[in-house]
């Protein structure tokens, strides 16, 4: 910060504290979810044999029901237990600490796999969810990205990727 010969310093830096606050209030930020969810995958995941991850859930709009519903994209690549539920209820409480669930699951192929994971809170004007999607590295196979398109060069030489166009 920049002051002038024999100007009061602590009234600059206010003005300039005070920009700054007016800056940062005009700032838009990105929305807190509902629902907060952790998670934490229990031991290494292994092709075909069980897994168990941990869910901490907890509602950032106060003690309401959450409804939990899990979802695999692909079946081909993971199923779950057959005593795990696809959706569950945590009942209101009082309690401010997490509620703790466990989902149950099977990796069919090695790779990246996903659960997602949403949870919805009724509220007067609907129902407002937050949704995440747990990843799960199954087997020590590296990862191969599957490329689309023809990786070509323009007159600078700089990288252009060409994605075919489709006609219907």
Same mark, same amino acid.
């Given at each position: 910060m920049l002051a002038a010969c024999g100007a009061d310093t602590d009234s600059t830096q206010a003005a300039g504290q005070d920009k700054k606050t007016r800056e940062v209030g005009a700032m838009t930020a990105k929305p807190q979810g509902p629902v907060s969810i952790d998670y934490r995958i229990?031991?290494?995941?292994?092709?075909?044999?069980?897994?168990? =991850? +941990?869910?901490?859930?907890? !509602? /950032?709009?106060?003690?309401?029901? $959450?409804?939990?519903?899990?979802?695999?994209?692909?079946?081909?690549?993971?199923?779950?237990?057959?005593?795990?539920?696809?959706?569950?209820?945590?009942?209101?409480?009082?309690?401010?600490g997490p509620s703790l669930r466990q989902v149950r699951l099977v990796p069919l192929r090695e790779g990246r796999l996903f659960l997602n994971v949403s949870a919805?809170?009724? =509220? +007067?004007?609907?129902?407002? !969810? /937050?949704?995440?999607?747990?990843? $799960?590295?199954?087997g020590t196979a590296v990862r191969q990205i599957d490329e689309n398109g023809v990786i070509m060069t323009d007159e600078n030489d700089n990288p252009i990727h060409s994605l075919p166009a489709s006609e219907n």
């Open positions: 229990i031991g290494t995941p292994i092709l075909g044999q069980p897994l168990a =991850i +941990d869910l901490e859930v907890t !509602s /950032t709009i106060g003690p309401q029901a $959450i409804t939990l519903s899990y979802r695999v994209n692909d079946s081909t690549a993971m199923e779950f237990m057959e005593s795990q539920p696809a959706e569950t209820t945590i009942a209101a409480g009082s309690d401010e919805s809170v009724e =509220i +007067d004007g609907g129902t407002v !969810s /937050t949704s995440m999607a747990i990843p $799960i590295e199954v």
